[in-house]
């Protein structure tokens, strides 16, 4: 059997069963550089290192050791499955039958780096900007398609000294399709040590970027907290509605609330004018989340709203009445029916900030 085995990005963040398989080994092929950071576990082994781009050949190297006899180990950084060693092989043994492979998972570059930023991920794609195999048009239609979806995008090997055009076609897919506010993490990682930077889409500098590269790409709720980028989930968290709020949709249910500007009120604007007026408490609060402005008042653990113009923008409000009559037939939904509301919330961003 042919194990291959992810070592994830950097000799401390192996996992135990991949050290293990290493252990056990006989015969451990792999690219030079990765077999440098387990140089301790493969002493007294047949070790063979062959020089980027030679991928096919360790494949097949592997399997004549395997036909051998010998216990192999194919290596592959991060995980295998991840732009990584196990589709190589998985293509190449359909040449040949009786073969049997094990793929020992690794820790891989987006989730490494995402724990350095903090918690930017939620759904996600994952896009090479390597055009050494795939043709450009195909990595800009990917990045294009999700873009648009609003996933977060992390992009691996994204720029070397020669080739530096995908790079700079991501960027400008990014300045036509997502806000120059976007949060962006930079995560470099060079043998022992990695360094992170989170940074808006519009003051990227390309020569900030190499192959030791991962970027994360936020999304429309993606924000930043204590110097971490984090994107929400949308949960629910637990607040009691304040009488002066249900006071207030009381009326708008049945029909007595001011619409659009309300200049006669002695506290307008309390935001910014002209502001709508439709939804004068917020019937998401709180929403916990400060991709719209929010945030918390901490030394009071309060929802603070003076930040946020979202909700009282006119698209914003014509996007939730379209549906928030379906939601609060009464008081009371405004808690029983938090987490639909949070959906509708998430839906109304999307399309509106």
């Not at 082994?45 to 194919?74: C, F, P, T, W």
């Not at 570059?109 to 994952?126: C, I, K």
Request: proline content about 5%; overall charge negative.
């Amino acid at each position: 059997m042919i194990k291959i085995v992810g070592i994830g990005p950097r000799r401390e963040d192996m996992t135990i069963m991949a050290s293990q398989t290493l252990k056990e080994a006989e015969v451990v092929i792999g690219y030079g550089g990765y077999i440098k950071q387990i140089k301790d576990l493969v002493e007294g082994k047949n070790v063979i290192s062959l020089g980027m781009g030679q991928e096919v050949n360790r494949a097949e190297l592997a399997i004549d050791y395997d036909k051998k006899g010998y216990k192999v180990v194919l290596v592959s950084s991060g995980d295998p499955g991840v732009y990584g060693m196990a589709n190589v092989l998985h293509q190449v043994m359909g040449k040949y039958s009786g073969l049997e492979i094990e793929v020992i998972p690794g820790v891989s570059a987006v989730n490494y780096s995402a724990a350095l930023l903090g918690a930017p991920l939620h759904d996600f794609a994952v896009i090479s900007l390597s055009d050494i195999l795939t043709p450009i048009v195909e990595i800009k239609r990917k990045i294009r398609a999700a873009a648009e979806a609003d996933f977060i995008l992390a992009f691996y090997n994204p720029r070397s000294k020669r080739r530096t055009q995908p790079f700079k076609e991501a960027l400008k897919i990014l300045f036509e399709v997502r806000s120059p506010e976007t949060l962006v993490g930079i995560v470099k990682t060079r043998d022992d040590s990695s360094s992170v930077r989170i940074v808006s889409l519009s003051s990227i500098e390309e020569d900030d970027v190499d192959m030791n590269t991962t970027i994360i790409v936020g999304n429309t709720f993606t924000y930043l907290d204590d110097g971490k980028m984090i994107t929400p989930r949308g949960y629910v968290l637990p607040h009691s509605t304040h009488p002066l709020a249900s006071e207030f949709y009381e009326s708008y249910m049945a029909g007595e609330g001011v619409e659009g500007s309300n200049t006669d009120c002695e506290y307008y604007p309390c935001h910014n004018h002209p502001q709508n007026c439709t939804f004068c408490f917020c019937p998401f609060y709180p929403c916990g989340d400060p991709s719209t402005g929010g945030c918390w008042i901490k030394e009071k653990q309060v929802w603070s709203c003076e930040g946020c113009t979202w909700i009282h923008q006119d698209d914003t409000v014509e996007c939730i009445q379209a549906k928030l009559p379906q939601l609060l037939k009464k008081v009371a939904d405004l808690q029983d029916n938090k987490k639909e509301l949070l959906k509708l919330r998430r839906e109304c961003v999307f399309l509106t900030k």
